[in-house]
T-cell receptor
């Protein structure tokens, strides 16, 4: 199966600074990479995703980049705000194995006001 | 309706009890999922239903029994659970397998 590694496990940034979370995957057949944000006591929410035929995608302060050759993808949050504080999970899907999600281990982001 | 709903929000049960968790979506999604999530860990996939048929069963103990009565509903029947089964149980749905998944709020289960 797929193995998704996520770093760092915890991240603290000052409000207004940028935050970057990185994930690597092992199976070159992975073709879809979503990112989820989970606030304390709440459900995981899809915040951005990217498919393997695209190198970068941006949505306001959030962007995701994908390097298929190196098998890694990253979440970039600019101008961080306290409400960005949450646990972020990356995931990878292998299209030809039942389309199962493989989640990373999560990054706990704290934005310090 | 653009949400996945789950009931109950909280559940406390003894090891000899039988209970059921319910999940509902009205987005026309044809894939539905059960996940188990422990504190500070990623969701762990338990079951996948695609077009109301069980397509993935991740070696889950038989004390967990899924059911998909129709394309909008997903149940998880619980029987003779162990304290280590205490966790947040999340339901999710997607248009099809491999498409973006949308999670319900979860049922927080405590087994005494």
């Amino acid at each position: 199966g797929e193995n998704v590694e996520q770093h760092p496990s915890t991240l603290s940034v000052q409000e207004g600074d940028s935050a970057v979370i990185k994930c690597t995957y092992s199976d070159s057949a992975s073709n879809y990479f979503p990112w989820y944000k989970q606030e304390l006591g709440k459900r995981p929410q899809l915040i951005i995703d990217i498919r393997s035929n695209v190198g970068e995608k941006k949505d306001q302060r959030i962007a995701v980049t994908l390097n298929k050759t190196a098998k890694h993808f990253s979440l970039h949050i600019t101008e961080t705000q306290p409400e960005d504080s949450a646990v972020y999970f990356c995931a990878a899907i292998i299209g030809n194995t039942g389309n199962q999600f493989y989640f990373g281990t999560g990054t706990s982001l704290t934005v310090i006001p | 309706d653009t949400e996945v709903t789950q009931t109950p929000k909280h559940l406390v049960m003894g090891m000899t009890n039988k209970k059921s968790l319910k999940c509902e979506q009205h987005m026309g999604h044809r894939a539905m999922y059960w996940y188990k999530q422990k504190a500070k860990k990623p969701p762990e996939l338990m079951f996948v239903y695609s077009y109301e048929k069980l397509s993935i069963n991740e070696s889950v103990p038989s004390r967990f029994s899924p059911e998909c009565p129709n394309s909008s509903l997903l149940n998880l029947h619980l029987h003779a659970l162990q304290p280590e089964d205490s966790a947040l149980y999340l339901c999710a749905s997607s248009q099809r397998t491999g498409a973006p998944q949308y999670f319900g709020p979860g049922t927080r289960l405590l087994v005494l």
